[in-house]
C-alpha cells in the first residue's frame, strides 16, 4: 500500500479507495470581478496553486484514483441560499447579483464555472454545495459510499473556509482525510499556515497534511 511521508506521521492509502476532493477551483475564487474579489480580496494567492493542482489531477487519474470536484453555486431562485448567507458582509453586489462575470455564485453563470485548466473531465464527478462544506445539504457522503471510498486527498480554495469545513465534516464521518498542502490557498496565506497546523495537530486532530511532491513519491 503507498504511504507518504506526511504529517504528523506517514498516510498510507490505496488509490482504488481514494479520492482527490478539488474544492471549489471556480471563476468566482480565482478570477478578478468574481466574488472573490468583490469579497475584498486579492485573487493572486488563490491562481497560484492551479498548476500545482493541475499536476495532483493528472496523477490521481494515471494512478485510477476518483477525482471530485466542488462547486459552491446556488440556483438561480436562491432557494438553497439563506437569507444570512447573502446578506453577509452587505455587498453592494453580492449573490445572485450581476457582476462581471454573470450573477455571482450562481449555478450556469461563467463566474460558477470551474477555471479553464481545471474543467472536470469524463469520469470525475461534480457536487454542487450550497454551503462551505461539501458535506452540508449534498449526496456527498453517499457517492463515496457507493463507491468505497475511504481516503480523501484534499486539496483547493480557501484553505480556512471550504476546505477546511469539507475536511472537518470528513473526518467526523470516518474518513482518513490528507490535505495537499501546496494544492490548497488563501486570501490570506497566513490564515492557510495556520491552518494546515492545526489540521495535523494533537496526532492529526483532523487528519495529515503533506507537499504534493511527497504524494507524487509515494506513487511515482
Ligand atoms: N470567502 C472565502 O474565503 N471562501 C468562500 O467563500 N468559499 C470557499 O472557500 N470556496
Not at 455571482?104 to 464555472?113: N, R, T
Not at 469545513?165 to 482518513?176: C, H, K, L, S
Not at 490564515?191 to 495535523?200: D, G
Amino acid at each position: 500500500m503507498p504511504t507518504l511521508a506526511a504529517r504528523p506521521y506517514a498516510y498510507a492509502f490505496d488509490p482504488a479507495h481514494t479520492a482527490v476532493v478539488l474544492i471549489d477551483m471556480q471563476r468566482d475564487f480565482l478570477e478578478p470581478g468574481g466574488f472573490g474579489e468583490l469579497l475584498g480580496n486579492d485573487v493572486r494567492p488563490l491562481q497560484a496553486i492551479v498548476p500545482a493542482c493541475q499536476r495532483l489531477l493528472a496523477l490521481a487519474r494515471a494512478q485510477g484514483m476518483q477525482v471530485l470536484h466542488t462547486q459552491e453555486a446556488h440556483d438561480p431562485l436562491l432557494a438553497d441560499c439563506p437569507p444570512s448567507k447573502k446578506a453577509r458582509g452587505g455587498l453592494a453586489c453580492g449573490i445572485g447579483d450581476p457582476g462581471p462575470l454573470g450573477r455571482v455564485l450562481v449555478a450556469g453563470e461563467p463566474g460558477a464555472d470551474f477555471v479553464p485548466a481545471l474543467k472536470p473531465q469524463p469520469g470525475d464527478l461534480v457536487i454542487r454545495k450550497p454551503g462551505k462544506g461539501a458535506f452540508h445539504a449534498t449526496g456527498l457522503d453517499a457517492i463515496l459510499h457507493a463507491r468505497g471510498i475511504t481516503h480523501l486527498l484534499i486539496a483547493g480554495v480557501t484553505t480556512e473556509v471550504c476546505v477546511q469545513t469539507t475536511m472537518r465534516e470528513a473526518n467526523d464521518r470516518g474518513y482518513e482525510c490528507l490535505l495537499v498542502e501546496d494544492c490548497a490557498a488563501s486570501y490570506f496565506p497566513a490564515f492557510h499556515a495556520a491552518v494546515v497546523e492545526m489540521l495535523v495537530a494533537q496526532g492529526g486532530i483532523v487528519g495529515w497534511a503533506a507537499p504534493l511532491a511527497a504524494l507524487e513519491a509515494a506513487l511515482l
